[in-house]
C-alpha cells in the first residue's frame, strides 16, 4: 500500500534495455518534477539471484529476489514494472494486478490478443491502474504537436504518414535468433508499428481499417552453430490506414533500414498548414502554416524549451535537449499522478488493445490481400 | 530533314511551364555540351497567331502559327516538342510521327491507356524516335544512384520509398477547375506518381502488382461564379508495390500537401547500405554503407559536382548547383544523341507505357480493393 | 552601336569557368525574360585562333578572333563580357571602355587597388556602363533577404557573419600552381572575400574598419617536376569588421575547407529576428521572427518560388530550384537594363572599388596587426 | 570522509539551473554507470532554510542549511558541489578547499583573474580535487571528435571555427537586470567563450594569443521601475585567436542571436578531412574524408550510440538520443573517478585557469586594438 507520506513501493521485473529506462527513472522522477513523493525502490527480480542482487544495488533497490512472483505479492510493493520479454506480459501483469497491485508494463501487451484481452480483464478486475510504456507520447515535442493539431494551427487534417526505422536486423549476415522466429510475433509490424500507432492514437483516435503488405528481406539467417535457418518473420511492414472519418494514413516500418537508428518521423498534412517529426531529432518540430506573406511561408523548425511542458522541468533553457531516458521520467510522474486519481496522460490497458487490434487486423490483411476491419 | 551539318530543325507545340522549358532548353543545349550540332528553331505554334509570334520572338523561333498541323508537316521541322496539356498528346504525337517527325512529348502520355498505345503504335510504325519529357532521371543526382545502386554499393536493395508532393491543391478555398474534373484523369496517381515511378523503373524495372487507396482531402470546391461543385479526382494516393524479384516498394503521392513545393523523396534500403534523396534539394545525395568503424557510419551527404557527369558541363566547381532547367537542357542532348543513333538515357514510349500501365492498374485496385497485376 | 531593334552586340573575351557562363547567359537571356532584345553574338575571342573558332561555334558566336584589341574595336560591338584571368582585367576593359564599349567585367577589378582605380577612371571618362560580376547579389533568395532587412523582418540589425569556403586548395599534396604566387594576389582574402563583401555591400553599405588574421595551411607544394616551393599567398583569412553605425561583421574564407565546395554562410542577426542563407542551398532562406506564441517560433526555412521574382521567369512551380548558371542571367538581363538607362540592380566599377578597398585595408592590417580604416 | 563502501558524502550549495542539474546527476550516476559507489547527499544549502528544506526534499538530501559555511565544514560531506553565482565561487571553493572537501564548481571559476588564482592556490595546498563543471567535454559526440583529431581521421587540423550563441539576452525590450552590469564580467565573453574554449582546449591545447571585437546591440535597457539604465557588459563578442603551433582559431559568441537556443558550433578543417558539430543537435557530427572516390565524398553526419561510449550505459541502442542533464551525470562520474585517483576526463583548476586566462587576454585586446599574448 502506498505508505502515508504518499509515494509509493516500487517492484521492478526485468533490468535490460527498459529494466534501466524504469529504474532511471524511478530514481529521478521526483528531484525533476518535485511534486510527487520519493519512490520506494522496495524489490528488483532478475532471472539469477546474483544478477538481481547486483541490479538492486546499481539501481537502489532496497531487496533482489530471482521469483518475480514473491515480489508482485510482496505487501511493501504497490506498483510494479513489467520490463521483461513480451510473452512474459501476461503472466506477470495478471499476477501483479490479482494481487492488488498497480501495473506498468512495457509495450506491447502480448503477442497474442487473447492473451493481451486476459490482461485487460484482470485489470478491469483488479480497479488498479494498468499503464503501458509508450513513452513517445510523452515527449514534450509531440505533446506540442498533439497541442497544434487541437488548436487548429494546422486546420482540419487530411493526411497522416509515419515511418519507423532501425538497422539492427539490417545485416544480413548476422545470425539468428529469437527475433526471427514466429513465436516472437510478426516482425516489425508488432515489435515497431505499435509506436507510430500510439501516436496516431492519441492524435486522431482508432484505426478503422487497415491493408498490409510485409516482406522478408532476407529469406534465411546464418545459424550460429553453421548452416541456415529460414526466417519466420518479418522485418518489413508497408501498412495503409484509415482512421475514423475516413483519415487516410500510411505507416511504413523497417528493422533492416541501414543507417536509420532511432526514426519515427511523422507528417501531419492539413487544410491550413503541416507538420513534421523525426524521433532522431526529439527536441525538434517543423511547422507550416498558410497564413501570411506567401514570400516568407516555409517549415519552421521548432526547438523544444521551457515553451513546452514539461520541458522547463528538465532545463530551463530551451533548445538544450532532453533525452530518451527523460522521456520515461515524464511517464513515470504520468503514473503517478494517475494512480493518485490526478489527471494524467497515459496510454492503460484499455487504450493499449485498441493499438494491438490494428496490429493484427494488419496481420489479417496481409494474408487475406484485401482491407481488413480494426473491429 | 536533319541539315547537312547534322543539326535537327526544332517545332514547339506549346509555350506553358514545360514549353518554354524547351525552348530554353533547345537555346542552350550546344553552349552547354558543344558536342551537338546547334538545332535550328523552325517553327512555333500556340493558340493564337499573336501569342505565337510573340513566343517565337520571345524563344527565338523564326516562325510562328497557330496551326499545330502545319508544323508537324513543316518541311524544315525534323523533332516536335509537345507541351500541350495531355489530353492533346495523342492526336499531336501521332500525327507528327505520320509525318515523319521525332517526338519530344511531355509526360504523361496520354489519360488513357488506349490512346498512349496508339501512340506507340505510330511511334513503332514511324521509325522516328518517340521520347518523353521524364526530366528527373536526367539529374546527375540520380544518374549517381542509379551508378551506386549497380555497382553495390549498397548491396542488394531490399526496399525502395517514394513521396511526391507539392501543396497547389492544398488550398480548400481555391476555386474548381480542370484538375479537379474526371476528365483530367485520376488526380496525383497519374499526375504525380509517373515521375517516381519513372525513377523507379530506372532503378528496379518493371513493377509486378500494385495495391493503391485514393483520398479526396476536399469533397468539393468553389466555383468561380458562386456555389461549390463536387472534385471528382483524388488529391491523394497511398500505392503499396512490388517490383520484380519481389522487391517491396511503397509511393506516396500528395497534391495538397502544405510546405511542399517540388518533393521527390527516395529511400532506397540495401543489404549493405542505404540511399536518400530528395528533389527539393537535387544537389545533394545521402549514402550510408555499412562498411568500416561503426562509430564513423553515418548517412554521407554527397554535394554534386564534376565527379556527377554531366555536371561539369554546365559548372566545372563543385557544389555550385545545377537547377530544374537544366535537366531539360540534359534530355535534350539525349533526345539529339538518341535521334543521332548514339547511346542514351532517355524514356521512349517504349518504356513509358509500361510506367502508365503501373497507373492504371493502380486505379484498377483502388476500385476492386485488391492487389492487381500491372500485365 | 546598338542595332536599331535594341539589340546589343556582344563580344566575349575568355571562354573557361566564367567565359562559358557569360555565353550562355547572353543565349539565355531574352528566351528567359521576354522583355530584352535578343543580344547578337558578335565575336570571341580566346588565345588562340583554333580555340576561338571551337569555342564561337559552341557558344553561337559569329566571328571568333585571337586578338582581343579586334574585339574590344570591332564596331559591331557594343558591349565586352571580359572573363579572363584578373591580372588581364585593367588593360582589356580600359581599352574597352576607351573604345566606347560598356564593359561586363568578373570581379574583382583588379589584383592592385592602383589597376582597379585607372579601371575606375576610364569608366568615368567613358560614360559607358562598367559592371562587374557580382552574381550572388542575383539570387532570388538573396533579394529576399535584402527586402526582409529592408521592410524590418529582424528589425534593427545588430550583428553580421559571413563564411565563405572551398577545398579546391584543401590537399596538401596538390601541386603548387600560379594561385599560390603572390602575384595572383593575398590568397582567400582577394579571391573569396570579395563575394560575401559585396553581398554585405548591398545589405548594410561600406564597411569602416577592419582587422585581418591570415593563415598558408601549407608552406610549401610540391612542384610537378619535383621539389617543392614556399607558398607565397594564404589560403584562409579571418576578418573581423564594423559597418557604418557601428554594426559588428565578420568575415571566415577559407578555401582549403575540406567538404566545403561553394558554401557562402549568412548570418544576420536583428533586434526582432535572424536571417540564415547558405550558397550550397542556394534556393533556400531561413528566418526567426521573435513574433507571436514562444511555442511556435523557429527558423523558418523558406523554398524560392515564384514570390521571389524574378524566379517565376525561370520556373512557375516554387520549390523546383534555380542553378548557379541562372543567376548570371538575371545579371546579364539587368546589365542589359542598365545600358538601356532602366533601373537595375548590379554592382559598378563605383561600388565594386569600394569593396576591393576593404580587401586592401585587411591586408594591411595583417601587416600591422591592428584595426585599419577603410578609407 | 568517503565511507567505508567508498560512497561520496555530497553537499550541494545551490540549486538554481545548474544545481538541479548537480542534484539530477548525483541520483543518476550509480544506476547509470554501476561502477560508482551510490553518493550519499548529505547537505543542501539555499538562501532561506524555508528553501533549503524544500530542495533538500526534493533533490532527496537528508539535511538542510541557509549557511554554506556549515555546510562545508560539516564532517559527513567529502564533496561540495558549488553552483552559485559566479562571484561566490572564489569564496565557497577557497572555504571547502580549506576544510578538506573535494569541490565541483560550476564553470567559470570568478570575474576576476586574481580570485581564480586564489581558488587554484588553495586546491594547491590542499591536494583535494578542485575540478570545473565544463559539461560539454563529456558529450559521447565530443569525446568522438577528440578522437577523429588524434587518431588522424582528418589528418593535421589547419584551422578551428567556434559559434556559441543564445538569445536570451536578444530582445532590447527585455529589463535591464545584473547580466548587464559590469560586475558581472565582460559579458558574452566570459559568459559563453569559456564553454567552446574548453572544448578548444581539449582538442588543441593553450591558444597563445587573441584578439577580440565586442559590441552592445542595445545601449541602454529599460528598468524596471522606469525609465533607462546604459548596459555596460557586451552581448557579443568576435575573437580570432592562434594555438600553439600556429592553428588559427575563431570564436564568435553572441547571446542577442534571436533563434539560437544552444548553438555551439565547431567547424575543424584539417588536412585530409573535416568534422561539424552543433550543440543544438547534440547527438550528431558530421565528419568529412578526403579519401576514396570523389564521387562519393561528403559530410557524414554520425548519430551517437553504443560506439560512442559513454553513451551505451543510458542506452543500448544507437540513435536514441541522450539529453543535456545526461552530460552532467557523465561529469559526475568523471570526478568520483578522479577522487578514486583514477584516470578521467575533467577540467580542474588547473586547466580552468588557462581557459580563464584567455578569456582576460581578449579583454585586454579589445582595450589596446591588437593581438594580445595569452600569458
Known sequence: MTSSDGSLGVGLIGTGYMGKCHALAWNAVR????????????????????????????FGFARATSDWR????????????????????PEMAIAALQAGKHVWCEKPMAPALADAQGMLAAARASGR????????????????????????????????????????????????????EASSGYGALDDFAVHPLSLAHRLFGKAERVFCDMA??????????GGRRAVETHDTANVLLRFSGGLQASLLVNRSAWGRKGRIALQVF???????????????????????DPAR?????????????PYGSFVPA???????????VIECRELIRLIRGEPASLITFEEGIEIERTVHAAARSFASGGWEEVG
Request: no cysteine; net charge negative.
Open 70 to 89: 514473491a515480489l508482485v505479492n510482496d505487501p511493501a510493493v504497490d506498483v510494479v514494472s513489467i520490463t521483461t520479454p513480451n510473452a512474459f506480459h
Open 270 to 292: 492539413g487544410s491550413k498548414g503541416s507538420i513534421l517529426y523525426d524521433q532522431e531529432r526529439m527536441n525538434e518540430i517543423e511547422l507550416y502554416r498558410a497564413d501570411g
Open 31 to 58: 528531484a525533476v518534477f518535485g511534486d510527487v513523493a520519493r519512490p520506494r525502490l522496495e524489490m528488483l527480480a532478475e532471472v539469477s539471484e546474483d544478477l538481481a542482487r547486483q541490479r538492486a544495488s546499481a
Open 297 to 309: 511561408q516555409g517549415f519552421t523548425r521548432i526547438l523544444t524549451g521551457p515553451a513546452h511542458p
Open 216 to 225: 522478408k528481406p532476407y529469406e534465411t539467417r546464418p545459424l550460429a552453430g
Open 129 to 180: 491502474i494498468a499503464a503501458l510504456g509508450y513513452n513517445y507520447i510523452q515527449n514534450p515535442a509531440f505533446r506540442e504537436i498533439a497541442r497544434m493539431i487541437a488548436d487548429g494551427a494546422i486546420g482540419e487534417p487530411i493526411q497522416f504518414r509515419a515511418e519507423m526505422d532501425e538497422d539492427f536486423m539490417a545485416d544480413p549476415g548476422e545470425a539468428f535468433t529469437w527475433k526471427s
Open 318 to 328: 530551451p533548445g538544450h535537449g532532453l533525452g530518451f531516458n527523460d522521456l520515461k
